[in-house]
């Protein structure tokens, strides 16, 4: 088992108050709370209001790692921000993070690797540890998945939610702990199964992107949650396989919360009892680059990660996107 070069140091989290239940779908939408549940596994979801932007949400669960890591914001070098739904086109909404945060002696850029980013930030800050550029990075990700979803749309609508989680990056102190393994990989062939079509370059803001609502997040379903269960186990495989580790070592796995039964499918491939399974999709829905965050501040602060235990992150999105962190906690 290597050496970790970097280490997760405190956790945060900002989900809105405002809750969207299957039973407001049921009264916009021809569909059921019973399709939903059975089919996602998904109860109710988070909506963000207008102040609360993804630099906004960002901010506080950043606060609370700072906090929670006795590191004074001065003293962050880099904001690496997971996102698919920045505030504004330009600039990077991880510079809105930094000037609201106040962290004046960091780079801060977004990364966009959809549901993924939160692990592909992850990995590019280990990097970074490892090889002297930065010694404190918080690595958020932050979603508002609301304002690019199509309320018309029932295969989509019911799915997405808001919020952001982060975490910091710094060098390993030695004794085992960190980062054990990552793994990150793309397909871009399948772009077109999940994406924005407009509002792009290639179909920039005119009146036909608000009548063909190509502005909205489209997905093609059923193939990407056939994708979606064959890459969170080749992401399980590698994580477990790079670590020098097997399923049933892991205290916890953590997976990107799109839809139980993926959830399902991921741990029993991986050999991975259910009760070692983090699971809050009913409570907040996909939140994409947010999900994971989300929840390990959630395992954090009730307790159910501790100093030492292994911890297993698996993510899938967009782009295709997909990958993996183990981490000794
Ligand atoms: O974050 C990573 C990206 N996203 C994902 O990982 C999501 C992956 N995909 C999924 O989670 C699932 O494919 C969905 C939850 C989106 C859909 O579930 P499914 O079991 O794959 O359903 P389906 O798309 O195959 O549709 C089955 C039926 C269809 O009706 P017909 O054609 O059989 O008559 C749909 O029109 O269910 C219908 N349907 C709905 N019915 C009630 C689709 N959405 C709804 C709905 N309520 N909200």
Redesign the pocket.
Known sequence: MKQPVARLVGTGRYTPSKIMTNAD?ERM????DE??RE??GIRERRIAEAHETVAFMAKVACEQVLEAAGVSVEDVDTLILGTATPDRPLPATACDLQAQLGASNAAAFDLGA??SGFLFGLTVAEAMVGNGSARNVLVVGGERLTTITDYQD???A??FGDGAGATLVQPAAGDGRGILATYLRSDGRLADL?YRPGGGGNHPPDQGLLEDRSYYMK?A??E??KS?VLSMADACDQALQRAGIAGQDVDILIP?Q??I??IEATAKHAGIPMDKVYVNVDRYG?T?AASIPIALDECVRAGRITAGSLVLLVA???GFTWGSVAVRW
Not at 29 to 32: E, K
């Open positions: 779908f939408l021809d569909t059921s399709w939903i089919r996602t959809a549901c029932r295969a989509t019911i799915l999940l997905m379903g059923r990407v949650f979606a990107h799109a839809n039964r993926i996909n994409s899938f999105g967009g």
